[in-house]
């Protein structure tokens, strides 16, 4: 084990060192000269108008969570698809069908209840 | 037989004590003592039916049991929370429940102008129930709890009236050297259960009395150690030399626990456990001389000091230690038999004595000196008689109670000597002597002669209520008619009771132990004897104290102050135990156990040490707890890292 | 090619009790108007109860279920159990605080059904992609209820942060099966088995394994993945604490001792030592860090790692023997049984002492904002709530581990497993350590019975959360004086596990 791990060892240890070697000879030998705009956050571009730490509306992270949930759900439908194919040979479709249909319905049913629950107002 | 009712029996009184003790002063105090009362009389009547059912199996075959579950299982140590009901612990219940039942009764009259009623009828219960446990355990351990479950109950009823720091002192005295009693006993089991364990068939309980009875014979070995351990736990608990001193000071409780407790139940305990493991005494030759020898000696030392005391319930007190002592030592010479008759009629003899004299302390607004007594014949018709009666009986006048059971231990006792000369014998011949002159002692200074009390507490004295006035009736017929439950096959009786007990006993070692051995004439003559003596220390005690009381100035003046300050002081046993055991274990515990070990070593340097460097640490450690999530995260991450690491290049 | 396994419905039948239940609940609080409070409670509960009766009624043949993925048998059946119960005691404790706080939060009912469900499916798990669907399930209900009360900062804190190095230890341990997949060719425990049992996995398999691990070590509160414990239990709500404190636990004990004993048996060796290291470590800062608390959460918290560490240690004894002799089946070790054992035994125990703990701590209620958490907050409760005072104090007792309580003999069942598996030190150092928290835990009692002060204003009451917490500190005494039955239980259970 601990042969078969030497390789790899060597592999993290070669990049530390180059790392470590391009920062430092780029701290010795790179030229300095302080300006304003070098200190500037976007050195070409527009100036920028403020902080970046401003707060959002909470709002915009409920759709932004909902969003990825629902979505994400919804990606696993292609898959699905691929599968739902194959099963339609094996003769298992109403099976596959089923599953899929219990599943979009608990997505259903948590979208119906955010619905309810007023967490798609913007409000 | 398996009969369920066992276990009512013992929880009756257990669910008196928890309705008493759980409401106590939201209970109206009729209601408490309606409730004691009626928890013991359903365990007396469920009591009464058991043991007919008993009666009615043939008599090899008179065992009832009622398993309530496995208790202990561990590994090979299986013991079952259970009952067992054979003849000996039938009479035990029937004693139990019976002058149980009658000492409530008399409570409800003694006790009525009381605070703390539910309490008092809460332990008084709660012995009950604990003492019903010791007598009907299957096996030691339940036993034990039961036996230490009295203990308990003794100690909290001795300290009832707890305001008063002597009567504290005598509970704490009497559970004190209980203990040391108790940790014999508790030897006693483990060596019983490391010689047994190797031994056990499948499926036996290790220290079940069936078990350890068939087994027998494997517990030669130890049976020398294991009786004689036991017999400091019986010493404890049966006021026996060394440790009697509790019992006199214990008469600082109420006078129907005297009665109850330290007379007709609880210090009878020592000899039942003794009848119950008889088996295992036997095997010891040994170990029974030396019961035989310190009971007879208890029995004589205590009737002497009962002879110098002045406080009615002290005579009493040294008369049950004396009395116990001819229990123990018929147990000793093997007569298990008699013993237990003896337990039973000294429960009706002794209660009645204690009950009597709670009544007259009534009477007398709480005057308990015999010297500032006298006269009271008169005005207490009914105690007065059944005093007489409980007086009779304990002198041993034929053919009341104590004479037939007292006359049963006396003949074993002359038929142990094997060959020697009756020392036994002769010890509890001198005890019966004296006990018949300090009871009359008693009576004529209570009852007879003129009234020394002072003018305003003889106006006062009257009758107690029939509450108290029953029970002591009911008791004095038991005394003097309880004999007959026993009267012995050669002075042309029964012998029931001896017969009811014979499958229970092993057979005494090379004593008499049903008393059929010895020829009827010499028991005839050894009754005639000792009713001689007795009736010879009446007599004494009545010219004494009655006829001709300048006899007894006349014998002090003759002997000195000496010997009555020797009997009054008990012979300075109290003293000598502070001297010799309490005093430089005092010293011991105070300089180096506290001061050095407790104070220095252990409070110091371990516990204050520990506690400096566990709380450093902890403080230090608290630092890490900075509450960023970032921090906590990087010490995640760092925790993984050594997870792999180590994984990989060490596991 | 897809093939249908075979469904057997009548073993999956409380899972989906308790899943159909959840999603009910939920859409009963969203469409029914006129619902009052106790109407949620009341159907929560009788979800609860249907599961149970489900499993008392249906009984299934015991074995691997839908291709293998579950494992349904009576070791899974006793923690079922376990999490209904504690989901029932946790909903009379929460309906109970949201009706003395008058804040209504009808979505902790279906969370709290939810995470119920995802413990069982994680106990029940004989496969890492179903372990991580029930460890998610549970997290991600168990985030929101820490979440309980919405306005007040402490309690999201507490639930950020629970978020965040929670989502951090699911990465690991999705990280950690990817590398067992990749070894081992299936996500299966019988297919890690397999592979581990020959010594082929090489050093990417011990680090995938080491990852999974890291996940479990999280939700137990193994240092040094403990550090959120303390934050998060301090800003929950109390009985939410509790829920935590003791279905979480259950359940991730629960999966662990499966994992370990089915998947890992001939891995011990590389392990141990590593696990010996931080068991040392859990119990002793646990135990360490519990003295110097202000807060009783805090307090319980640091106590429930100390007594992961003591869990860890039955662990230790179960992998124990087989280190030694890897060739040998572990259902044959006497040694193995006692310590699996011992560890349910003390798992149930754990959770009614806590559970009866947490009970106290919710209904005394709030003042000034704050829930009475501060240990100071208790001084002469005896005085004010007798009959809560005595079930704290005996809640307290057991964790201490005096004789006559369960948390005494569970410690006793434990250690003496230990000691015959040969772990003498370690055995020796639990004691130790169980010596020092009788300190703190000892101190609550104190301050309720010691002091007559009546000054402190936490003085909530509420009937049946105290009537649920006096029978779970009546069945800690009981199963204190009485353990053989439930003893034999556990044992039964565990046999079944290892078949």
Not at chain 2, 464 to 482: E, F, I, K, Q, Y
Not at chain 3, 46 to 57: D, P, T, Y
């Amino acid at each position: 084990m601990t042969a078969s791990a030497v390789p790899v060892l060597l592999v993290l240890l070669v990049a530390v060192l180059f790392a470590a070697l391009f920062l430092v000879l780029s701290y010795w030998l790179g030229p300095r000269r302080r300006d304003p705009l070098k200190e500037s956050p976007y050195e070409c571009g527009i100036p920028a108008r403020g902080t970046v730490q401003i707060r959002f509306f909470v709002r915009f992270f409920l759709v932004a969570l909902f969003f990825l949930i629902f979505d994400l759900e919804a990606v696993f439908l292609y898959p699905w698809v691929l599968v739902f194919r194959s099963s339609l040979e094996s003769g298992a479709a109403a099976f596959a069908l089923g599953e899929m249909g219990v599943f979009l319905a608990i997505l259903v049913t948590g979208f119906v209840y955010v619905w309810r629950k007023g967490g798609l107002e913007w409000q | 037989m398996i009969d369920t009712s066992l276990r009512w029996i013992v929880l009756a009184p257990l669910v008196g004590a928890a309705v008493n003790g759980l409401l106590n002063r939201r209970l109206p105090r009729r209601a408490a003592g309606l409730v004691g009362c009626a928890a013991v009389a359903v365990s007396l009547a469920l009591a009464v039916r058991a043991v007919l059912r008993l009666a009615a199996l043939p008599a090899d075959e008179r065992v009832l049991t009622d398993t309530l579950g496995r208790w202990i299982a561990s590994g090979s140590l299986q013991v079952d929370a259970g009952f067992l009901l054979d003849p000996l612990s039938a009479v035990m219940i029937l004693v139990v429940t019976g002058v149980g039942f009658l000492i409530h009764v008399y409570s409800l009259g003694y006790m009525a102008h009381n605070a703390g009623l539910p309490r008092f009828f809460a332990f008084l219960n709660l012995f009950i129930g604990a003492m019903l446990v010791l007598v009907l355990a299957e096996n030691l351990p339940l036993l034990f709890i039961g036996w230490e479950g009295v203990g308990l109950c003794s100690y909290l009823l001795i300290s009832f009236w707890f305001d008063a720091e002597a009567n504290a002192d005598a509970g704490r005295k009497a559970f004190i050297t209980n203990r040391v009693g108790d940790f014999g006993a508790l030897l006693a089991m483990f060596v019983l259960g490391v010689a047994l364990l190797p031994h056990l068939g499948p499926g036996e309980g290790l220290f079940s009395f069936p078990v350890l009875r068939a087994h027998a014979h494997d517990l030669t070995g130890v049976a020398t150690l294991a009786s004689l351990l036991l017999f400091l736990g019986v010493t404890g608990k049966s006021a026996q030399i060394p440790l009697y001193i509790w019992l006199p000071d214990a008469m600082a409780g109420p006078t129907p626990v005297s009665a109850l407790i330290h007379a007709a139940t609880m210090v009878t305990a020592g000899v039942y456990l003794m009848a119950r493991l008889s088996f295992l005494f036997v095997l010891s030759p040994a170990a029974m001389s030396v019961v035989a020898g310190v009971g007879i000696g208890t029995a004589l030392f205590a009737a002497t000091i009962a002879v110098a005391q002045t406080d009615i319930k002290k005579v009493l007190a040294y008369s049950t230690v004396s009395q116990l002592g001819y229990m123990v030592a018929a147990c000793g010479v093997g007569a298990f038999a008699a013993g237990v008759f003896h337990v039973v009629t000294h429960a009706f003899f002794k209660a009645l004595l204690f009950l009597g004299a709670g009544s007259v302390i009534h009477a007398m607004h709480h005057e308990q000196d015999l010297r500032a007594m006298g006269g009271l014949a008169r005005r207490l018709p009914l105690t007065w008689p059944t005093m007489l009666a409980g007086t009779l009986a304990i002198a041993g006048v034929p053919p009341l109670a104590g004479f037939v059971s007292k006359d049963e231990i006396l003949f074993a006792a002359f038929l142990g000597a094997r060959g020697g000369f009756p020392w036994l014998w002769l010890a509890g011949f001198l005890t019966a002597g004296l006990t018949a002159f300090y009871m009359m002692r008693l009576i004529a200074l209570a009852f007879l002669g003129e009234s020394r009390a002072s003018p305003e507490a003889r106006a006062n004295v009257h009758e107690s209520p029939p509450t108290m006035t029953v029970p002591l009736v009911v008791l004095a017929a038991l005394s003097v008619a309880g004999g007959f439950l026993g009267w012995p096959h050669a002075l042309g009786g029964g012998a029931r009771l001896q017969a009811w007990l014979a499958p229970v006993f092993a057979s005494g070692h090379g004593a008499a132990a049903d008393g059929g051995h010895g020829s009827a004439g010499l028991e005839w003559t050894l009754a005639g004897v000792s009713t001689l003596i007795a009736i010879a220390g009446l007599g004494l005690g009545y010219l004494a104290y009655v006829r001709r009381p300048r006899l007894v100035a006349a014998a002090r003046a003759w002997l000195g102050g000496r010997p009555a300050q020797v009997l009054g002081r008990k012979y300075f046993v109290d003293e000598l135990y502070g001297r010799l055991i309490y005093r430089p274990l005092q010293r011991l515990a105070d300089v180096v156990c506290f001061r050095w070990v407790d104070r220095g070593l252990i409070d110091n340097l371990l516990v204050g040490g520990s506690a400096v460097v566990t709380i450093f640490t902890g403080s230090l450690l608290r630092l890490m707890q900075n509450g960023l999530v970032r921090f906590y995260a990087w010490v995640f991450a760092l925790g993984v890292t050594v997870f792999a690491v180590y994984l990989t290049f060490l596991g | 090619m897809i093939t249908v396994p075979p469904v057997n419905w009548p073993a999956l039948l409380p899972y989906l009790v308790i899943g159909g239940g959840g999603l009910v609940v939920m859409l009963v609080d969203a469409f029914v108007r006129t619902l009052r409070k106790d109407h949620l409670t009341a159907l929560t509960g009788l979800v609860f109860l249907g599961a149970a009766i489900a499993m008392i009624a249906v009984k299934p043949e015991p074995g691997p279920q839908l291709g293998g993925m579950l494992t349904v048998q009576m070791y899974t059946r006793f923690f079922d159990f376990l999490l209904l119960g504690i989901g029932l005691v946790t909903t009379v404790y929460g309906s109970a605080v949201y009706s003395q706080d008058g804040d209504y939060r009808p979505e902790f009912y279906p969370l709290v059904l939810f995470a119920v469900l995802g413990m069982m499916v994680l106990v029940a798990a004989s496969d890492l992609l179903i372990l991580f669907l029930g460890i998610e399930t549970m997290s991600l209900a168990v985030y929101a209820l820490v979440c309980g009360r919405r306005g007040e900062l402490r309690s999201s804190e507490a639930a950020l942060k629970y978020l965040l190095l929670g989502s951090f230890a699911s990465a690991f341990l999705l990280m950690g099966a990817a590398l067992l997949y990749g070894c081992a060719g299936g996500t299966s425990y019988a297919a890690l088995a397999a592979v581990g049992g020959t010594g082929e996995g090489g050093p990417l398999f011990a680090v995938g394994l080491g990852l999974v691990l890291v996940g479990f070590a999280f939700k137990v509160a193994m240092v040094p993945f403990h550090m959120w414990t303390p934050d998060v239990y301090d800003g929950a709500p109390a009985h939410v604490t509790g829920f935590m404190a003791t279905a979480v636990k259950a359940a991730a004990f629960g999966a662990l001792i499966r994992f370990v004993t089915i998947a890992l048996p001939g891995l011990a060796a590389h392990w141990s030592g590593l696990l010996t290291v931080l068991t040392v470590l859990t119990m002793t800062a646990g135990n360490l860090l519990a003295l110097v608390q202000a807060s009783i959460k805090r307090m319980l918290a640091y106590s429930s790692i100390a007594h992961a560490g003591y869990l860890l240690l039955g662990v230790l004894a179960i992998l124990a023997p087989a280190g030694g002799d890897p060739g040998r089946p572990l259902r044959e070790s006497a040694v193995v049984q006692a310590a699996g054992s011992g560890l349910l035994f003390y798992l149930l125990g754990y959770c009614l002492m806590n559970l009866a703990a947490f009970g106290v701590i919710s209904q005394l209620g709030r003042s000034g904002g704050v829930e009475a958490d501060q240990v100071d907050h208790y001084r002469g409760l005896s005085g004010r709530q007798p009959v809560a005072a005595a079930v704290l104090a005996v809640a307290m007792f057991s964790l201490a581990g005096i004789p006559g309580t369960v948390g005494f003999l569970g410690k006793f069942y434990l250690f003496e497993a230990a000691i015959r598996a040969q772990l003498v030190p370690l055995a020796i150092w639990g004691v130790v350590n169980s010596l020092l928290s009788v300190y703190y835990y000892l101190r609550v009692v104190v301050v309720m019975y010691m002091s007559d002060d009546q000054t402190e204003p936490f003085d909530g009451r509420n009937w049946e959360t105290i009537l649920l917490a006096g029978c779970l500190a009546a069945l800690v005494v009981l199963l204190g004086v009485f353990p053989a039955a439930v003893h034999g239980l556990t044992s039964l259970a565990f046999g079944t596990m290892l078949g």
